[in-house]
């Protein structure tokens, strides 16, 4: 028979199951669910002291993260980085690249709360605040597998190899007029000038961080540039601030081509809609890689540390391979979307960036300000 206290243990046992069956699955708050999720391990093949960086993660209990990649597309990442770190909650937030960079040098001086790592494909915004001191230093157990010019005194770490293409509508553009050069582009928008008013589509270079980097890369590479740059001008293109805006802009009809958008980005949107269509310039094409870098004053260093490994390892870049196709940087990950595929497919039009000191030459002040009064009398058709 059973006692008291055994039928009174049994009854309040089955009066909290009944309890939780019935409460609303947001009942709990984020903090006690990640009290009661089980303590990670460090990754297989790590040091052994690495789990004191875990543990120490898990007391931090938080990472902030800002960064331009579509939240919805890096989604697969965090929540695979929560898997493995359940008592570490994400915040990620998405947004523009300039803004990045300015909110992120202003909460700093304000002392204000602010983002533990930040993720960027503006390369030389993120060089910048290298430079400026703002990164952390940290010697990842990732290193050695990555390119040796893919990481700048272990405060930049490149995180992918991401193709910039041509993108275009192909509904409203026969294959035998698909620009394949800057020179064919120039040669198109010159010849069909009313055909094309208003129906290109590119980065508005003053409001955006990404494209004005992209152009800056244009001009080092080719002084041809600014022939297209009065091309662009001449068709009165629609000056955008995201690869995403272009490419809805492709999708409705609203334009016909899209330049200097992001390959990983167009490329899956060309397996969704057919209409769609890119191409990778034969003349060069631009590889740029996101950047990750940690604040050096990280509210959460320690879960900062854990989410670049997190992005530098063969689990992670597996995700942004084959799930997020951004383009991994590692030659040991496999698939379409890896840069040994890519290098393949270019050959001799590869043009990476590497990362460094050289990426901020643009971003000096009087240079900065001499390149957007040339690009403004270039689209205004001023000599």
């Not at 984020?30 to 993660?57: D, F, H, K």
């Not at 955008?240 to 802009?249: H, Q, V, Y």
């Not at 980005?265 to 990778?280: D, F, H, M, Q, T």
């Not at 509210?299 to 992670?316: E, M, Q």
Request: proline share 5%; hydrophobic share 40%.
């Amino acid at each position: 028979m059973l006692n008291a206290r055994t039928t009174t243990t049994a009854i309040l046992i089955a009066f909290g199951a009944a309890i939780a069956a019935v409460m609303p699955a947001g009942a709990q708050s984020s903090e006690e669910l990640l009290t009661y999720a089980r303590p990670a391990e460090p990754p297989p093949g790590y040091p052994a002291a690495y789990v004191n960086t875990v543990r120490a993660a898990e007391n931090e209990g938080r990472l902030v993260i800002y960064s331009n990649t579509d939240a919805k597309l890096a989604q697969p990442l965090v929540d695979d980085f929560r898997s493995m770190y359940p008592r570490i909650d994400v915040s990620y937030e998405d947004i523009n690249s300039t803004e990045l960079y300015h909110r992120f040098v202003a909460e700093t001086q304000l002392r204000s709360g602010t983002a533990d790592v930040l993720w960027s494909s503006a390369m030389d915004q993120q060089a910048a605040l290298v430079s400026d001191g703002y990164a952390m230093a940290y010697d990842s157990p990732e290193d050695d597998k990555l390119p040796s010019w893919s990481n700048w005194k272990h405060q930049a770490f490149g995180t992918t190899y991401e193709p910039v293409v041509f993108a275009y509508n192909k509904d409203l553009l026969p294959k035998d007029k698909v620009p394949k050069t800057r020179a064919d582009l120039v040669r198109l928008l010159s010849e069909e000038p009313e055909r094309f008013k208003g129906k290109v589509s590119s980065y508005n270079i003053e409001k955006s961080g990404l494209g004005f980097f992209l152009a800056a890369q244009d001009a080092a590479i080719s002084p041809d540039f600014w022939n297209l740059a009065k091309a662009l001008g001449r068709t009165e293109t629609q000056l955008e601030l995201t690869t995403g805006a272009m490419a809805r802009d492709l999708v409705g009809g609203r334009t016909i081509i899209g330049y200097n958008v992001l390959g990983a980005y167009v490329a899956k949107l060309a397996r969704e809609n057919p209409s769609i269509g890119y191409v990778y310039p034969s003349d060069y094409t631009i590889v740029l890689s996101r950047i990750l870098i940690a604040n050096k004053n990280a509210a959460h260093p320690n879960a900062a540390k854990l989410w670049i490994d997190y992005i530098l390892s063969k689990r992670g870049q597996t995700i942004i391979a084959n799930k997020v196709n951004l383009f991994s940087i590692r030659e040991d990950v496999e698939g379409e979307a890896t840069a040994a595929h890519l290098k393949q497919t270019l050959g001799a039009s590869e043009r990476p960036v590497s990362i460094g000191p050289a990426l901020i030459g643009y971003l000096n002040n009087q240079n900065y300000r001499d390149f957007i009064l040339q690009w403004q009398k270039a689209l205004a058709g001023k000599p």
